[in-house]
């Protein structure tokens, strides 16, 4: 059985609100540096009053006016730039928000913040602050906010898709449909319990929710089944390069990166710690990684090095095995790798090349790189689910449709159960979606959420 999914640990947004400050805040919504254009955004109350002493004038709503800005506290002269009114709710945050887009020099942005700072009950926001503000007044909801961080975050073509469908709400709208069903299921159960006597659920009863519970459970474990493809477009396909000293593991790292990240020489165990680059495979997030030569070693720093490579390939998703035409038989029995491409380097200085025993390379003539490159590519969107992935996103995601299924998975086995235990299992799933969407224990989940949020947003 399942304990503590019960109402009591159901907290509503009105008792979340309590800890919130009502103050007026304001940050720079672009990008930090020099630019062309800043964006400053506020939210608050005192949204208007403070636009009608910045531009003396309010501009009608969603309407981009040019004013001068100037410093209400000095009267000084600040910027002259575009201005728009949100008024609440139709606003990013529900709240009363504006915007000023300035020209995007320091001395500029430090003016208007100076002049905003100045004047009583506005502070600076916080990270994610705005967001968060959303969130609390129904504007989004959790899987949206974890959407729009996404979205800033991405760097590849197949990470923005992602992000944008859970932003518009991709996964809210499946689990709210899920939530109806299990909410049907769970009141012709409570009903039975009010209304008759303790023993076991009667036949027609269990047959109308298991009716109901079924394509929901098939539905999430669908999902289950898809998430590694989809938390790989987020997070990339790890590619971990390995193979004995001086294969040529950081040269072919650098040649795929386009850039000297890891430091190559002659000299064997050259590289100890392990090396990332990012890489945008046809719109396929990857992270490659050099790693230490594998070699026993009375070196301490070496042998430290070596564990962290051993580590980094038994949780890659592919490792590529280097190792010059004369090198060792077999990939090291340690990797421990879900898949393992045997790669021969140096292949300039190879005559007899047996393309059987795998794929020979140079980093020195480029033979065969670009085919290397096109074959990880095509892996690495295999790996993605070709983009077609699931909704779930993240691990949090994965444990909340793991938490679900379980009950499920219970109800499935055990349709004639007793009651109380048919119950307790539709409120946990139940429990478990809420969680996804935010709709509980929203708290608990947010500081983890806006900590790698950026001011501003
Ligand atoms: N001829 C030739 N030399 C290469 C090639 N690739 C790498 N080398 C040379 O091989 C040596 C070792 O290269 P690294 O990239 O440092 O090898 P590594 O596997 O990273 O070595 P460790 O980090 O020490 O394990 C260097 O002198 C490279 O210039 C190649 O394709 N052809
Ligand atoms: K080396
Ligand atoms: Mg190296």
Redesign the pocket.
């Known amino acids: 059985m399942t304990q503590g999914s019960g109402p009591t640990n159901v907290r509503k947004k009105s008792e979340i609100c309590a800890g919130m400050s009502t103050d007026t805040i304001y940050a720079v919504s672009s990008g930090t540096g020099r630019a062309a254009i800043a964006v400053v955004r506020l939210s608050g109350t005192a949204t208007r009053a403070i636009v009608k002493s910045i531009v003396r004038r309010l501009p009608p709503p969603r309407t981009a006016i040019l004013a001068t800005l100037r410093d209400p506290a000095t009267q000084a002269d600040i910027d002259s730039g575009l201005v728009l009114f949100f008024p609440a709710p139709r606003s990013f945050t529900g709240e009363d928000c504006a915007e000023f887009h300035i020209h995007g020099g320091r001395a500029v942005v430090a003016g208007l913040l100076g002049a905003l700072g100045g004047i009583d009950g506005v502070r600076a926001a916080e990270p994610g602050e705005f967001t968060r503000r959303a969130l609390l007044n129904s504007k989004l909801d959790l899987a949206q906010v974890e959407g729009i961080g996404d979205l800033i975050e991405a760097e590849t073509e197949w990470q923005r898709r992602q992000a944008m469908r859970q932003m518009q709400g991709g996964l809210s709208r499946q689990t709210a449909q899920w939530r109806s069903a299990l909410l049907e299921a769970s009141a012709l159960v409570e009903a039975e319990i009010d209304f008759s006597d303790e023993g076991d659920v009667p036949e027609a009863l269990s047959r109308r929710v298991s009716g109901v519970v079924r394509p929901v459970h098939d539905a999430l474990r669908a999902e289950l089944a898809a998430a590694k493809s989809s938390e790989r477009i987020r997070e990339g396909v790890v590619i971990v ?1 390995s ?12 040649a795929l990166a386009r850039r000297d990240a ?10 100890r710690d392990a090396i990332e680059v990012q890489l945008d495979l046809a719109g396929y997030a990857v992270t490659l990684i ?1 790693t ?2 594998l070699r026993e070693s009375a070196d301490m720093v070496e042998q430290i090095g070596v564990a962290r490579a051993l580590e980094k390939a038994q949780n890659a998703d592919l490792v590529l095995w ?1 190792s010059e035409a004369d090198g060792p038989a077999a990939p090291d029995e340690r990797l421990g790798a879900a898949e393992v491409w045997r790669i021969f ?5 190879v005559v007899n090349k047996d393309a059987e025993r795998g794929l020979f ?5 480029g ?1 065969n790189l670009d085919l290397l490159l096109d074959r990880l590519t095509q892996r690495a969107a295999q790996l993605s689910g070709e983009g077609h992935a699931g909704l779930i996103t993240r691990e949090r995601h994965r444990k909340a449709f793991a938490a679900a299924v379980d009950a499920l998975a219970r109800i499935d086995a055990d349709p004639q159960a007793p009651i109380e235990f048919l119950a307790e299992d539709l409120r946990a799933a139940l429990f478990a979606l809420e969680r996804l969407i935010g709709r509980v224990d929203v708290e608990d989940i947010l500081g983890d959420i806006f900590s790698r949020f950026c001011i501003g947003k």
């Not at 193979?243 to 650098?254: D, Q």
């Not at 890891?262 to 050259?270: K, L, P």
């Open positions: 390069i193979g004995p000293p001086n294969a040529g593991k950081s040269t072919l790292l650098n890891a430091i190559v020489s002659h000299e064997a165990g050259t590289t050099d230490a030569g280097l380097t140096k292949a300039d200085l390379i140079s980093a020195e003539t033979e």
